[in-house]
């Protein structure tokens, strides 16, 4: 979105594990026009930022004329980057605000497995943030409520996803006897 | 790629490391995706389905069209299920293939159905997919529902309508346009991203409007906006207000300022920065307007998070650049983030003390700085390196423990682009600070005896012949010089030898040796190097006999080459070998430029031999090649040059003619492009009737009309004047278009028998005295004004009376003379009091000119100029003045 005229624009959110791969990306701009650019990007920002120490405060520095703002917590590293003359504090808000609905969702065991295991959560929850670039929301608990509502409207939300969750590790760890 | 696989198998190893994706597939899952189609959803199934699909999507892979179509038409099918959670992926599904237009029709309905829907989630959510994949018929077809959702009382819808907007006016800006209303209404809305999400649309419904965009701010600067969101905007629309409203600078009261200066003590600390750094881009801004910024963003230099650090020491940096007294209050605080853990904000600090620092705190900071440098990224250290650079410049008393510093990091390990920055901030030194210029050489000198970098090795070597045999004992520096003919690659080894010519035609003691280690190169291995060698000691007189190398040899050595190689080239490829040598005077010397006229050329499909000229030739061998094909003008001599194309007619009327100036020693053609644009008609015998009344120092010599000027097929028409010999005679030309009209039946294509006579009134056409300067750059304009010497030097000074700005003064006066800016002196910094531009060109007649332009702001607007003038030739110098003097 090259033209949002005045609007504070974000590029991209990344979500990336202890070696930089994805648990799941989102790219609002156009800097990074195939998928090969978008690796290249991420192993970059991950080989930049992967000795620094993101894990109290968010941190930031600037690459290729991107902001990045990232914290790091077990084995997921969280990213948003910036054009270089965005408010700096804006793009953490979106990274606290994406951080939280996170570790909501996940319900505090904020790792890889667990991300994985609720990808559907973290893909909706990068769509309730920002749309094409748009902040649309940067209060955390905010954005997952919007990712959980359909299991508000339910009857009974909380035990309903932990009985899910439960049943699909259950089948997980089945397939996985089986399979060695 | 391979240490990627040995990873992977390392996690399968790795019983810890499960994921539940593991070993996932796309063609399995496509075929899961079958269950979509099952009479009786499963929704559970179907959500980890579509999850499996999106995250395939997420890690690279692609879907062909027809898996993607596939997978379109099996999602649209869970539309049927009422799962909420279901239809929530299904939403990302649609938004992730976006499908093609016929196939958005498909969910059309479905999607119509949800935004109307009872459930907020849904109308939300469907509003930002069907934006999303929407296309301008079906937008009209909706536009009612979200004109409606823009006033929801639902935030989230409203907010969803909103964002979609936004990204609507980039592709239907009309309709959106007509939403004007609601968004306005939205602003006033109680929830605090809904303001935010409404004023953004506002503003870009309306920010070609100036007016409208400044009412705007000022009701909101009075009135309540609830979110650090829509806050930070509205700071951006103010500077934006601020900025356009301009030059009331001088009464002191800038509008807007209070209401800035007021968000410095907001509650949010996004807002509070926005307005800071705000403040701090102002145009013009002054020290008193500034302290408030300063202070607020000195206290978050302390901040314990590295973000709000980062932000203002970055702001402040760039503050320094035009304010540095205004940031010195900071330089405690400063100093304390030299040893930050992040690495980013240490280096933003160190350059920002170096800019502020004053001579005393040099050494101090130096210390400081050799401490660091070690253990942080090349790329900061070149910052680093250019802060230094600025620095020397500024306290050139300091030159020795800067030089000592830069010559310390050349020594240390470091990439390609780190050393290049260290050189070149050296070789700067060197130019500037005369006394560096020894202790500067030898640095080099030693650097290049261990570099692996080949550019960098013939750079300096290049630079040590011009600046070597200067000094005061050249002699040392052969040593160097001659080590690397033994040790080196062929390409450096080429450029020591030039070096060596250099330094032996200069130095006259010196000849004898350097002669005889220019023999020892003949037998080296590469051919380039024995070439060199060769020309060199033939052309210094290498024979034995020392004589004073004289200045043709000198020239031709060593001169400046200011012919465009590219120029170059294409007369060499033309060039037949004949009896006649090939005469490198000959090759035209303008830069060929990309101009606007090929893109404004009339008749874009060029139509056999008749199209070339209007189309491609602004370039001037294609011009001469035309003109040369005339033999009425093939006794001109060589073409000097042509002039960019100037339109004669308004664009879209019945004929578009534009002309080209071509200038000849005595004489000048125009050449008049002329395109008919009526399919009806045919011109005959079309001429161009030139009165030249108010030029009267030219004579009409000849005219070549036009036969004939069919629809859409330009042809051209050439008058020539005769004019004094190498004089820049000006003169003012009327034209008129003379054609005999035949009409043409469009649909057979043929022309009536008989036509009628008519003409048309074309614009006035101007030889200025910029059509007899000719751009052409030098690569080094310090060397070129010193090598040309202040004997044909004229000096004067003007005054322009109130102007723009500096930067529009600067323009004027460039086009007005018609030379080349060099070195990107063309571009005025914003603020700035004085400047200094660089011209570079050749006048008729073949007499190189430089010009130096000084500027400076004289009172609020009026603008004086100094101009400093050197040629070859002392009537040229006194005639650029007299176009200044005139123009």
């Not at chain 2, 983030?337 to 705190?361: C, F, V, W």
């Not at chain 2, 120029?567 to 037949?576: G, I, R």
């Not at chain 2, 190498?726 to 008129?736: C, D, E, M, Q, R």
């Amino acid at each position: 979105m090259a033209s949002n005229g005045l609007c504070p624009s974000i590029k991209n959110i990344l979500l990336l594990d202890s070696e930089g791969k994805r648990v799941a990306v989102k790219y609002y701009s156009d800097d990074w026009p195939t998928n090969s650019s978008k690796v290249a990007f991420e192993k970059f920002v991950f080989s930049k930022t992967v000795k620094t120490n993101a894990r109290t405060e968010a941190e930031i520095t600037l690459l290729e004329n991107n902001i990045i703002v990232y914290k790091f917590v077990q084995d997921l590293h969280f990213f948003v980057t910036g054009g270089d003359d965005e408010n700096e504090l804006i793009l953490a808000s979106v990274l606290q605000g994406f951080f939280d609905a996170v570790t909501l969702l996940l319900r505090n065991n904020v790792d890889k497995s667990e991300a994985l295991e609720n990808l559907d959560l973290i893909l909706l929850c990068l769509d309730e943030i920002v749309d094409g670039g748009i902040i649309l929301e940067t209060n955390g608990p905010l954005i997952a409520e919007k990712v959980t509502s359909h299991n508000m409207d339910a009857d009974a939300p909380l035990s309903e996803q932990t009985l899910t969750q439960a049943w699909a590790t259950a089948r997980d760890t089945f397939t996985r006897t089986l399979l060695t | 790629m391979a240490q990627q696989l040995v990873k992977k198998d390392d996690d399968r190893d790795d019983e810890a490391e499960y994921s539940p994706f593991m070993g996932i597939e796309k063609g399995a899952v496509l075929q899961e995706a079958r269950v979509f189609n099952d009479p009786q959803l499963d929704a559970r199934r179907c959500s980890q389905v579509i999850t499996k699909l999106l995250y395939l999507l997420n890690q690279g892979e692609t879907f062909t069209k027809t898996e993607a179509t596939e997978v379109f038409f099996a999602v649209t099918k869970l539309f049927q299920s009422r799962d909420m959670g279901l239809r929530r992926m299904v939403y990302l599904m649609i938004k992730e293939i976006s499908p093609s237009a016929d196939e958005v029709i498909i969910v059309t309905s479905s999607l119509m159905k949800d935004m109307n829907s009872k459930i907020d989630m849904y109308r939300a959510n469907a509003i930002r997919v069907l934006c999303r994949i929407t296309d301008g018929t079906l937008l009209a077809q909706i536009e009612r529902y979200l004109k409606q959702a823009i006033v929801d009382k639902n935030p989230v819808v409203a907010s969803a309508a909103l964002v979609s907007g936004i990204h609507l006016l980039q592709t239907n800006p009309e309709i959106v346009k007509r939403w004007s209303n609601e968004v306005q209404e939205a602003v006033q809305s109680r929830a605090a991203l809904v303001q935010f999400h409404a004023l953004g649309l506002l503003h870009q419904i309306r920010q070609n409007d100036r007016l409208a965009v400044s009412k705007l701010v000022t009701s909101l600067t009075k009135g309540t906006v609830r979110s650090p969101l829509a806050q930070c905007l509205l700071i951006r629309y103010t500077s934006q207000v601020i900025r356009e409203s301009g030059n009331n600078t001088q009464s002191g009261d800038r509008p807007f300022y209070d209401y800035l200066e007021s968000c410095l003590r907001h509650k949010s600390e996004m807002v509070i920065f926005e307005a800071a750094r705000a403040i701090t881009e102002l145009n013009g801004v002054t020290s008193r307007e500034l302290t408030p910024a300063i202070t607020v963003l000195q206290l978050f230099l302390s901040s314990s998070k590295p973000v709000l650090r980062f932000a203002a020491v970055r702001t402040l940096n760039k503050v320094a650049m035009t304010h540095p007294t205004s940031v010195t209050n900071c330089n405690i605080d400063m100093e304390s983030l030299i040893s930050d853990q992040n690495r980013s904000i240490a280096t933003l600090a160190i350059t920002t003390l170096l800019k502020t620092g004053n001579e005393s705190s040099v050494d101090r900071l130096m210390k400081q700085i050799t401490n660091f440098m070690s253990d942080i990224a090349d790329e900061f250290k070149i910052v680093v390196v250019e802060a230094i650079r600025s620095l020397c410049q500024k306290f050139p008393l300091k030159y020795r423990s800067l030089m000592n510093f830069l010559s310390n990091i050349l020594r240390e390990e470091g990439g390609f682009e780190y050393k290049k920055a260290i050189v070149d901030s050296i070789v700067i030194l060197i130019r500037e600070i005369p006394d560096a210029k020894e202790t500067g050489l030898l640095h080099l000198c030693e650097f290049i005896e261990d570099c692996e970098f080949t550019y960098l090795s013939t750079q300096i070597l290049h630079f040590l012949g011009i600046e070597g045999p200067k000094t005061s004992d050249p002699s040392r520096y052969i040593r160097f010089i001659y080590n690397r003919v033994h040790l080196e690659n062929a390409t450096v080894r080429a450029g020591a030898v030039s070096t060596l010519a250099k330094f032996g035609a200069a130095v006259d003691e010196l000849k004898p040796r350097i002669f005889v280690l220019l023999r020892r190169c003949l037998f080296d291995s590469d051919d380039e190097v024995r070439d060199r060698a060769t020309l060199y000691l033939n052309t210094l007189g290498g024979d034995g006999s020392v004589v004073e190398t004289d200045k043709a040899v000198k020239d031709f050595l060593f001169g400046p080459f200011d012919i465009p190689l590219v120029n170059l080239e294409t007369s060499l490829k033309n060039y037949e070998p004949s009896e006649e040598a090939f005469d490198i005077d000959s090759v035209p010397k303008e830069v060929k430029s990309q101009s606007l006229a090929e893109k404004k050329a009339p008749g874009k499909k060029p139509t056999g031999l008749g199209a070339p000229p209007s189309g491609p030739p602004s370039t001037a061998d294609a011009y001469q090649k035309i003109l040369s094909s005339i033999p009425e003008f093939a006794n001109f001599g060589n073409l000097f040059k042509s002039s960019a194309p100037v339109e004669l007619t308004e664009a879209e009327t019945e004929y578009a003619v534009n002309v080209v100036k071509h200038i000849f020693d005595r004489h000048v053609v125009f050449q008049y492009n002329c395109t008919n644009t009526i399919p009806e008609q045919l011109l005959e015998n079309v001429i161009v009737i030139v009165d030249s009344s108010e030029a009267d120092e030219f004579a009409e010599v000849f005219s070549k009309p036009l036969k004939s000027l069919p629809y859409d097929s330009p042809g051209q028409i050439f008058v020539a004047f005769e004019k004094p010999e190498g004089a820049p005679t000006l003169g003012k030309f009327s034209n008129v278009l003379k054609f005999i009209v035949r009409e043409v039946d469009p649909t057979t294509g043929e022309a009536e028998d008989d036509g009628v006579e008519d003409e048309y009134q074309l614009e006035d056409l101007e030889i200025v005295s910029a059509d007899y300067t000719l751009k052409v750059a030098v690569s080094n304009f310090r060397n070129a004004w010193e090598s040309m010497g202040p004997d044909c030097e004229r000096v004067d000074e003007y005054g322009l009376g109130p102007r723009e700005s500096l930067a529009e003064a600067v323009n004027t006066v460039i086009n007005l003379l018609g030379l080349q800016p060099c070195e990107g002196t063309e571009v005025v910094p914003p603020n700035s009091r004085s400047h200094t531009c660089l011209l570079s060109g050749v006048y008729i007649g073949n007499v190189k000119v430089l010009v130096r332009l000084s500027f400076g702001l004289d009172g609020p607007k009026d603008v004086a100029m100094k101009l400093t003038v050197r040629s070859d030739d002392e009537t040229v110098s006194d005639a650029i003045h007299e176009i200044v003097a005139s123009g």
